[in-house]
């Protein structure tokens, strides 16, 4: 049932694509450059040590990547999932028909993952020039993180988008969740600057783990992965996504059928 959503989806792209451009390609390259290859310049030039990488660029390109992957995620379930339960009532519509919720939400978080996938395609080809990528297998693992962190945000704040009542919230959560998480987990500088208790505090968050998993793919070569570690990052990330998608489908359904 989810595939019979195709159509809807290819209507909603074909009509959206354009207004998305520079957010999606243009953005990411632009903090490239001003945050790897110019501001990188000072850092190298200081001398300082950067765990797992030889140059700053090398470092920050993939936090960016994997920070890159939740904005689009948390772009793509916060006002639309609103609009379609609120505003324009989709959601509504589409139940009326033989699809479920749980067929509804499967197909928003499939197009979540195609919005995620072509973004961070297109991003990690802009980082070939650079001579960032260790192995080729390790670069077909850390595309496929991008669409796990994508997913670890999508999951439960599309179950918060799902019972919100006003958009306002949105912007608090823009605000106090999505920025911190941008600035302290890990891509910009090691989180081992932090005080002990924020590093705590960095090691919980999802986008954490999956700068970690993005920067060893990316970097490492294939025989270094620490690959138990790997795993635990991994299995965090999972976790919240069926964690959140259970949590999600729940949340629409009672505010769909209520």
């Not at 632009?30 to 765990?51: E, I």
């Not at 297109?122 to 260790?134: D, I, K, S, T």
Request: glycine fraction near 6%; charged fraction near 10%; proline fraction near 5%.
């Amino acid at each position: 049932m989810v595939s019979r959503q195709f159509d809807y989806w290819l209507t909603v792209y074909q009509r959206t694509w354009r207004g998305s451009v520079f957010n999606s390609f243009v953005t990411p390259v632009l903090y490239l450059v001003a945050m790897g290859m110019l501001l990188g310049r000072f850092v190298d030039d200081s001398g300082a040590r950067l765990p797992g990488a030889t140059t700053y660029l090398h470092f920050v390109a993939p936090g960016l990547l994997a920070a890159h992957a939740m904005q689009i995620a948390m772009g793509e379930v916060l006002w639309p999932v609103m609009g379609m339960v609120k505003w324009n009532k989709t959601y509504f519509s589409m139940i009326a028909t033989p699809l479920r919720v749980v067929d509804v939400f499967g197909a928003h978080m499939a197009f979540v993952a195609f919005r995620i996938a072509t973004t961070c395609a297109v991003f990690m080809l802009a980082l070939v020039p650079f001579g960032l990528y260790a192995s080729w297998p390790g670069v077909v693992l850390a595309f496929a993180v991008q669409l796990l962190i994508g997913l670890a945000f999508a999951t439960p704040f599309f179950g918060v988008a799902a019972w919100a009542k006003s958009d306002s919230v949105f912007s608090v959560i823009m605000r106090i969740v999505v920025t911190p998480l941008f600035l302290f987990s890990g891509a910009f500088f090691p989180v081992s600057n932090l005080a002990a208790p924020l590093q705590v505090a960095a090691q919980l968050t999802p986008l954490y783990h999956g700068v970690e998993l993005t920067r060893a793919f990316m970097l490492a070569p294939w025989g270094a992965i620490d690959w138990p570690m790997m795993a635990g990052h991994a299995a965090y990330l999972l976790a919240i996504v069926v964690v959140g998608a259970a949590w999600a489908t729940r949340r629409l359904e009672r505010r769909l059928i209520s």
